[in-house]
């Protein structure tokens, strides 16, 4: 998988595990946290910059093992979001994908065209079937999900304790096959 890809508008990036880029990260998720919680659980555990340079060592080790890649959506120099395969499952060629963008991006196809971005690689790298997981309250990645033509496969029912929220959510489980 290449470290570097590039579309018109953006471009997703491998960013190394070092401090500055780490706190580029935080410096997002922190001012988009609000925004971000509802869907994405593991930002309660994101206290520091240095959390986020712990995630950025793991990345790198997990695209080391070819388990994951996980890019930053890089526009103009800035860093708005992140897209990646946070599941790489080389022998069964599927790949899981997530993906967040900072709040003020919202709205002009970052996120899709890192999506089309990605799967194109993926497929072009082996992969089968590239799945997306979505809270099925999250209008704007189901959207995403369906504009990309990906199918809805299952809704998985009581999927995910949500601890502030003390209730469980349902899971949509997107779907989008190389040659279909």
């Known amino acids: 998988m290449k470290t570097v890809l590039n579309s018109k508008r953006i ?64 526009l103009n120099d800035t860093v708005i979001g992140a897209c990646g395969a946070v599941i790489a499952d080389k022998t069964n060629k599927k790949a899981e994908l997530g993906y967040w963008l900072a709040k003020e991006y919202r709205g002009n196809g970052y996120i899709m065209e890192s999506v089309r971005l990605l799967e194109k690689e993926l497929f072009k790298n082996g992969f089968n079937k590239i799945i997306i997981y979505t809270d099925v309250l999250n209008k704007n990645s189901v959207n995403v999900a369906k504009k990309l033509g990906y199918k809805l496969e299952a809704v998985l029912k009581q999927d995910r304790y949500l601890k502030h929220e003390k209730r469980f959510r349902d899971t949509n489980c997107f779907v989008k096959f190389k040659n279909k």
């Open 11 to 74: 471009t997703l990036m491998h960013l190394a595990p070092i401090m500055d880029n780490a706190e580029l990260i935080y410096a997002v998720l922190i001012k988009n946290k609000k925004y971000l919680l509802p869907w994405m659980q593991w930002l309660n555990e994101t206290k520091s910059a240095k959390d986020t340079y712990k995630f950025l060592i793991q990345s790198d080790k997990n695209w080391d093992k070819d388990t994951a890649y996980e890019y930053s959506v890089v």
